[in-house]
């Protein structure tokens, strides 16, 4: 079996001063002071990764001289986008498409990254990256036995119920000095945990799981040597606000109001949803044309919620019920962004993709595994989880897929 492979820089090529390479760098987005640069935004959004394919399969019939038998497409985060892109844009174009932790809806879920920082900011308190990892190892204590098994992870994190606050007060350890969780802390984790919300309670974004390693992304902080902590930020997150909301490279969000906030959100989603949210849910014309699409989520991403990936599937489900023949989604338990955690990662899928695409053997499963453990798992597709029905939980065969509780 043999393949020919291109990728794509968006359409941001650098030399020009600005650093495209680096994904949380949108200074391009600017083609000069308070105007954005659309021509870019449309080369990154969508026409850069369509552009792409063609020149690719026009480049494999020249030297070939034939067409290739099969297209496949494979990306994560910016790259799962684009795979969602090309199955609602451009169906007709690839044949398979492994769409993993995708970054749809992407004028919502990065500037209310930001939100924590905003609270942090707002009661003036900023928890050490020490009590942040210990807010996390304590929600996964109470948690982790859910599916039968504890073995560091969340499985079921919608019925995780438990909140920062249960556990102000108790003790942990940082550096060998005991400490306790303080209301103050217990109010910036829980802004990471359950999303932004206006003064009047209005539903902003998706908060992370409560297994995901938020210091290095909702709740980041630095501590000098006198213990006097503050906020480091996302670069994504501020980023964003900075060059496509308030359209101005002097801008910081380190005083933004609640109130400011939510209209930076809103004016976001309102200027870039058509050309850069990614979530149309009728992928009827890939179906027609005999597209396979599978997507999977770590449940422990500390980037994007994978919350927004379900509610995007469920909608899919709502346009096509029977979109589960052409389309599957897979939630994967302790997995971070795209790779990495404590959860066995999916490095099969595409192998599996090429079956179901070429000999019709869907996959029932995903298989994942865990190499530092030996571990493996089955991943259920969606809305079916694992459920352990006795054995070494280091084996799949220990597992089944059942009703969500």
């Not at 919300?197 to 902080?221: F, L, P």
């Not at 309102?270 to 992928?283: H, I, K, R």
């Amino acid at each position: 079996m043999g393949f020919a492979s291109a990728s794509t820089d968006g359409g941001l090529p650098a030399g020009n001063g600005k650093d495209s390479s680096i994904p949380t760098d949108l200074s391009w987005a600017l083609s000069d002071e308070n105007n954005v640069n659309w021509q870019l935004l449309e080369n990154y959004a969508s026409k850069a990764t369509n552009d792409m394919a063609m020149i690719g399969q026009q480049i494999i019939k020249s030297y070939y001289n034939k067409s290739a038998s099969y297209s496949y497409f494979a990306g994560c985060s910016g790259g799962g986008r684009q795979g969602l892109l090309m199955a609602q844009k451009f169906p007709d174009v690839f044949d398979g498409i492994l769409a993993v932790s995708p970054a749809i809806n992407m004028p919502a879920f990065i500037p209310a990254g930001q939100w924590a920082s905003l609270v942090m900011r707002e009661i003036g308190f900023f928890p050490s990256p020490c009590e942040i990892k210990a807010f996390t190892q304590e929600a996964v204590k109470a948690c982790d036995h859910l599916d039968g098994v504890e073995d560091g992870i969340i499985s079921y994190p919608d019925s995780c119920h438990v909140k920062a606050t249960d556990f102000v007060g108790k003790n942990y350890t940082c550096d060998g000095v005991q400490k306790a969780f303080t209301a103050s802390s217990a109010q910036v984790i829980q802004a990471a945990w359950s999303g932004s919300r206006s003064v009047s309670e209005r539903y902003g974004w998706y908060g992370v799981n409560k297994d995901a390693s938020i210091g290095a992304s909702y709740v980041s902080t630095e501590c000098s040597a006198n213990i006097t902590c503050h906020s480091s930020g996302s670069d994504l997150f501020g980023s964003w606000l900075k060059y496509l909301v308030a359209k101005d490279s002097t801008f910081s969000s380190s005083n933004m109001t609640r109130n400011e906030f939510f209209e930076a959100l809103h004016t976001s989603i309102a200027d870039y949803t058509s050309m850069l949210a990614t979530n149309d849910p009728d992928l009827s014309k890939f179906k027609a044309n005999g597209g396979k699409m599978i997507t999977w989520h770590g449940l422990a991403d500390e980037v994007i919620p994978p919350n927004g990936t379900v509610a995007y599937y469920d909608e899919v489900l709502k346009n096509d019920p029977n979109a589960h023949d052409f389309y599957r989604f897979f939630e994967a338990p302790g997995v971070g962004h795209c790779y990495g955690g404590l959860g066995p990662c999916p490095n099969g899928a595409m192998s599996q993709l090429i079956e179901w695409v070429e000999k019709d053997h869907a996959p029932s499963v995903l298989h994942a595994t865990k190499g530092n453990n030996n571990t493996e798992r089955a991943l259920c597709p969606y809305p079916l989880q694992q459920k352990f029905i006795g054995g070494d939980p280091r084996n799949a065969t220990s597992f089944t897929c059942a009703k969500r509780y």
